[in-house]
């Protein structure tokens, strides 16, 4: 078991949206709790999102809800962040993590133009 790569990041305008995903190898995504990350220039990475695969229960960043969602799809063995309504304060990079598995896999970068 090793940490997850996310993929999708992007320029994009404030208002614009885009979808970042993470696929899991060597691990079973229905059974995991699984959460998004962000880290700005210059400030501690925070919890942006995450869910509970097994139950369904999601939580949320306060500044980012109704703006993003999180969602799996077991099938694919993949998680999803949708993110809407992009403002210039989202521009970070983002990292999916397994919190079942110690470490930080490669995150990727998002930027939002004012």
């Known amino acids: 078991e090793v940490q997850l790569q996310a993929y999708g990041g992007g320029l994009v305008q404030a208002g614009g949206s885009l979808r970042l995903s993470c696929t899991f190898s060597?691990?079973?995504?229905?059974?995991?709790?699984v959460a998004w990350f962000r880290q700005a220039p210059g400030k501690k990475r925070e919890g942006v999102s995450g869910?509970?695969?097994?139950?369904?229960?999601?939580y949320y960043l306060d500044s980012v809800r109704g703006r993003f969602t999180i969602s799996s799809d077991i099938a694919k063995n993949t998680v999803y962040l949708q993110m809407n309504s992009l403002k210039p304060e989202d521009t970070a990079v983002y990292y999916c993590?397994?919190?079942?598995?110690?470490?930080w896999g490669q995150g990727t970068q998002v930027t939002v133009s004012s």
């Open positions: 993590k397994n919190l079942g598995v110690p470490g």
């Open positions: 060597g691990m079973t995504l229905g059974e995991s709790a």
């Open positions: 869910i509970n695969t097994r139950n369904g229960r999601t």
